[in-house]
Every structure is written in C-alpha cells, then in structure tokens.
C-alpha cells in the first residue's frame, strides 16, 4: 500500500526530474535577439553547394520581428536555387552579380545586377541563374505575428 509519504516522494522527485528537460527546452527555442552588427563579406563563411555555394549570415528574432534571416546564394550558370514553392513568409532577392529568370507570384521575369525581387507571402516563386557566368543575390526573409505556420 502507497503511503501519503511515498506518494509526495514520487510526485516531488517526478517534477525535479522534469526541471532539467523544461529548461533545455526553453534554451533552444529561446534565441537571442539579434543585435546591431556590420558583415564583411571576407568573413562570412562561404558553404560549397552543388549548385554553388552559400553564405549564412544571421538567423534570428529582432526587437520587432518573429524571426529575421539572411543569407546569400551564388548559383552556377543553368541552375535553379530550388523547385517554384511558396512559404507564409515575406522575401526580398537583392541580385548582387549575375542575370536571372525570377518567378513571382507564378510570372517569370528577367532581372540583372542591382534589381530587386520582392515575393509576397504564399505566391509561387523561384529563381534561376540564365547567365553564362555565375550568379550571386542576398535572400532576406522575415516572420510576424502575422506569418502563420508554413504549410
């Protein structure tokens, strides 16, 4: 027969064993904030790709986004960085060098240096590099509140 006494030891060693597990679980989804910063392009390191390559630069919550992320992509000449997909999230292509055949919102369109992609939430996009050289863009993605889940 359980004892009111074994009954608290069970229940109170029960929730000291799920102290530790709590806290880890908060740990990783508790990212930092991210501060402000400069990125010099010689420090960012540089992911071979078999399309390329790609540049992680920060993927992070901010002061008033959910979540900011950027990173930038260089795609060797006739590749696609993906299938055409959509997302809930927001995204800007800034093309740094290179032409390419973007896809918003399901439209295809031809972009060079210094253009800017902007795809809105859930419209179907993509880009390919149409070039006879390489080619290199920074992607910029944020999430609010307002985002949703992705699909």
Not at 26 to 51: E, G, M, S
Not at 83 to 98: L, T, V
Request: hydrophobic residues 40%; glycine residues 6%; proline residues 5%.
């Amino acid at each position: 027969m359980i004892t009111k006494r074994d009954l608290s030891l069970v229940v109170i060693t029960a929730l000291v064993m799920c102290i530790p597990v709590a806290i880890l679980a908060h740990k990783i989804n508790d990212q930092p904030t991210l501060k402000a910063a400069a990125y010099d392009w010689k420090d960012i390191k540089v992911i071979p790709t078999a399309k390329g390559e790609r540049r992680d630069v920060f993927n992070a919550p901010t002061e008033t986004l959910d979540q900011l992320e950027l990173h930038i992509t260089t795609l060797n000449p006739g590749d696609s960085s993906h299938a055409p997909h959509h997302h809930p999230n927001e995204e800007m292509i800034i093309i740094k060098e290179g032409n390419v055949s973007a896809m918003v919102a399901g439209e295809w369109k031809q972009v060079g240096p210094g253009s800017i992609v902007y795809e809105a939430a859930n419209t179907l996009h993509a880009i390919k590099n149409t070039g006879s050289t390489r080619t290199t863009y920074y992607a910029l993605q944020w999430k609010t509140a307002k985002t949703g889940k992705a699909n």
